[in-house]
């Protein structure tokens, strides 16, 4: 098995190496370094052996790597490409760099455990690290009481991943059990508890009660209030664009987050102008929210600004920035990724060099990895 090329995934922990070998239709591999091994094939071995990666899965003709966020891709990719053999792919040289805490990336994992529904606590994972925050009593009591019709409540419990955060997981943590608690208001609990122990489904929209978004609510006081008025909205519509926007000039970070997201849900070229505004927010996780949002969408039209944003003062949206033009950029973008080439961080070089690459070399751009991915799944259902 041979590396063809490598790609950039969504995450600065993963990146997609494609092989010239191909798995049967359905069949896939997954591997973590603490599983056992014993019957794994010779080439998981080697690759566990390489100091840094973590973790792996293969499926049709790439395998997805992820690293440990302690370990740059810097010293694991020439060892990588030792192990499977490789044309061509992307090198650097291997000057070091010290990462301090300030310097890190900062993408921190976001799980919330739920049983039928109902919240209990949030967990944070970062750089093998992980921290739990509780809930208020009123959770726990709600969880006990669903679960009078349980036969195993522990086994029932889950947690469930969320969109990963940025910044420093102690002011991360005390957000999302902010929003938690702003979200799911005593009558909500109260409906998931009477959802729980009937033999209906528990639906948790029907539990959110989805309320059509208003100025009004926007204009409320308190903060939680509108965060839960921006959260009970139902799936937003090009008609919601104006309130969406006055929800970016919110004050409270939580809230232009949502909002932010929320745009990326609105397939239309009218979503633009929005998302451009909360590229230029002051805070990482909602112009980074915004890059995510751009890179689903794949208009085009924010080539410019991505463009702009390998100037910005974070690292995250400098890679970022990049790896759009890699999925989408154009001749225009040849200036700035060659300036690029000599940003301190090696990700962003990196994925410079390799959008540069498929710029200059002809390549049609591809979209993001999810997006190809999503359409080679409905080609298959297609077929």
């Known amino acids: 098995m041979k590396i063809i090329s490598i790609e950039p995934t969504p995450s600065p922990y993963s990146m997609k190496i494609n092989v010239d070998e191909t798995l049967p239709d359905m069949q896939t ?147 999302i059990v902010d929003e938690i608690e702003a979200t799911y208001d005593e009558k909500r609990l109260k409906t998931l508890v009477k959802l729980a122990t009937s033999d209906q489904q528990v639906d948790e929209k029907q539990a959110k009660m989805l309320e059509p978004l208003t100025e009004d609510k926007l204009q409320q006081d308190d903060w939680k209030a509108r965060y839960a008025a921006l959260d009970r909205m139902p799936d937003p519509t090009v008609d919601d664009l104006p ?33 451009f505004k909360a590229l230029e927010d002051k805070t990482v996780t909602v112009r980074r929210t915004a890059g995510d949002c751009l890179s689903d969408l794949g208009f085009t039209e924010a080539i410019p600004k991505m463009i702009e944003g390998l100037e910005d003062r974070s690292r995250i949206i400098r890679w970022r920035a990049a790896m759009f033009l890699y999925e989408y950029g154009d001749d225009t973008a040849i200036p700035a990724l060659e300036k690029a080439l000599n940003d301190p961080e090696f990700e962003v070089r990196m994925q410079a060099k390799m959008a540069l690459s498929r710029i200059q070399e002809g390549e049609k751009a591809q979209g993001s990895i999810w997006k190809q991915m999503t359409e080679m799944t409905k080609m298959k259902k297609n077929q």
């Open 29 to 175: 591999e997954t591997y973590k370094r603490d599983d056992d091994l014993s019957s794994a094939p010779q080439y998981v071995h080697q690759l566990f052996n390489v100091e840094g990666v973590k973790e792996l899965y293969r499926v049709i003709d790439f395998i997805a790597l992820e690293r440990d966020p302690k370990v740059e891709w810097e010293s694991i990719l020439p060892k990588v490409k030792g192990v499977l053999g490789a044309a061509d792919t992307p090198s650097e040289s291997t000057d070091q760099h010290s990462q301090t805490e300030e310097d890190a990336y900062g993408e921190v994992k976001v799980f919330i455990q739920m049983f039928r529904g109902i919240p209990m606590q949030v967990k944070l994972e970062e750089n093998e690290e992980e921290k739990r925050f509780g809930l208020s009593q009123r959770f726990t009591d709600a969880a006990m009481e669903a679960s009078k019709e349980a036969t195993n409540m522990l086994m029932e419990r889950k947690w469930v991943e969320q969109d990963p955060r940025y910044g420093d997981p102690s002011d991360i943590g005390q957000d």
């Open 243 to 275: 309130l969406l926007g006055q929800a970016l000039g919110d004050p409270k970070m939580s809230i232009r987050r949502l909002a932010t997201a929320y745009l990326g849900m609105v397939e239309d070229r009218q979503t633009l102008p929005y998302l």
